[in-house]
């Protein structure tokens, strides 16, 4: 079962011979943690993220953990990077070794520019992390064409399992000189994938087999459903939906339309002095709805995800719960 999973995950998104998927216990941010501290070496390596909010900024806190040097390209939670200005810190600071990026920052719903930094990075010969935590399996994404060096997502977020394992997609050339890197004796990927390789698809550790159980249905739904491209078209239609509606009601979307990804929006919180966010959550809690607390810095906001078993229906039926959970 494992190995099935393996290789549909790869197929998700390469053709191609150079990828291999390796399973790690825990939960997403675990994977991210155990990908840098696998693929950077422990002498030489410095490493360039760039941060637009929380997930990014927990990678720069990742390798402050396992001192790895690093440094930011920040721009505000509300835009995403210029390109002229990561370029800029590239030509100055040889010393970067690598790059991360995450594709969809799960902070705002921003979706990241990850094809045009993998240009940069390819340019300076950089090696690529791509967190695509919440947008693999929920976008489509040709990593053969972006040539990252390990792209990192996990079970529960587009592919729609329950939570337990992440996994990262590694360039097998790049791994396979990992030996040795690792700052963690469970989080070393390189061993990880040795033993699955080698063991048939045993994990070192005690595997979450019930997980692995519903990961492997959750990857036969989605082909049911019509692969990745299926599901993006649906969560399009969730996310274009919700924005009608909540424009209707007067709601307004935090990000720009250019960069908004269809995963999670954000809208500003409404200006009615006794609005409050506590209460607002609890009446649509109470007919049925969790939405998230904004996570923007220095604005008032909240946040609703499309992603999940989650159809036109259900966000019609939201859209009614808000409509009568906004009485002040
Ligand atoms: C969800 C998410 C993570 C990982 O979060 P966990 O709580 O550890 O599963 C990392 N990056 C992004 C962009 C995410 O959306």
């Known amino acids: 079962m494992v190995q099935e999973i393996r290789s549909r995950l790869v197929a998700l998104a390469s053709k191609s011979d150079a990828y291999t998927a390796v399973l790690m216990q ?14 950077l070496p422990k002498e030489g390596a410095k490493l360039l993220v760039l941060t637009n909010g929380a997930y990014g900024e927990r990678i720069a806190e990742i390798a402050a953990y396992a001192s790895i040097p ?13 390109l002229e200005a990561v370029e800029y810190l590239l030509q100055n600071d040889p010393s970067i070794t690598a790059i991360a990026v995450v594709h969809c920052e799960t902070t705002t719903g921003i979706l990241n520019p990850i094809f045009e930094v993998a240009k940069l990075s390819k340019a300076y010969h950089k ?3 791509v967190d695509a935590m919440s947008s693999f399996g929920g976008i489509p994404i040709d990593l053969d064409a972006l040539d990252a060096d390990v792209l990192i ?5 587009c592919i729609q399992g329950v939570p337990g394992f992440g996994f990262m ?3 097998k050339k790049i791994l396979k000189r990992c030996f040795g890197n690792a700052r963690s004796l469970s989080l070393d990927a390189y061993a990880q994938y040795k033993t699955m390789e080698e063991g048939g698809g045993k994990w070192r550790f005690t595997s979450p087999t019930h997980v692995v159980h519903a990961f492997i249905e959750a990857l036969y739904e ?3 459903e019509g692969g990745v491209e299926a599901r993006y078209t649906r969560y399009c239609t969730n996310q274009r939906l919700l924005i009608e509606g909540m424009e209707a009601l007067n709601f307004e979307c935090v990000i720009d339309q250019t960069l908004q990804s269809p995963i999670i929006t954000s809208f500003y919180s409404p200006n009615h002095t006794s609005y409050d966010f506590k ?6 809690k109470h007919k049925g709805f969790v939405i998230y607390p904004g996570k923007v810095s220095n604005i008032e906001s909240f946040r609703i995800g499309t992603i999940g078993h989650v159809f036109p229906e259900d966000i019609a039926r939201l859209l009614k719960a808000v409509q009568e959970a906004i009485f002040w």
């Not at 825990?26 to 696998?38: D, L």
Request: glycine share 4%.
């Open 127 to 129: 090696l690529l992390i």
């Open 169 to 171: 997609l590694f360039k």
């Open 222 to 224: 989605l082909e049911e």
């Open 26 to 39: 825990g939960s997403g941010t675990f994977c991210v943690e155990s990908a840098i501290t696998t693929l």
């Open 153 to 157: 997502s996990s079970a529960n977020k």
């Open 70 to 82: 690093c440094v930011t390209c920040n721009v505000e939670e509300t835009t995403t990077f210029s």
């Open 279 to 284: 209460e607002f959550y609890l009446r649509l």
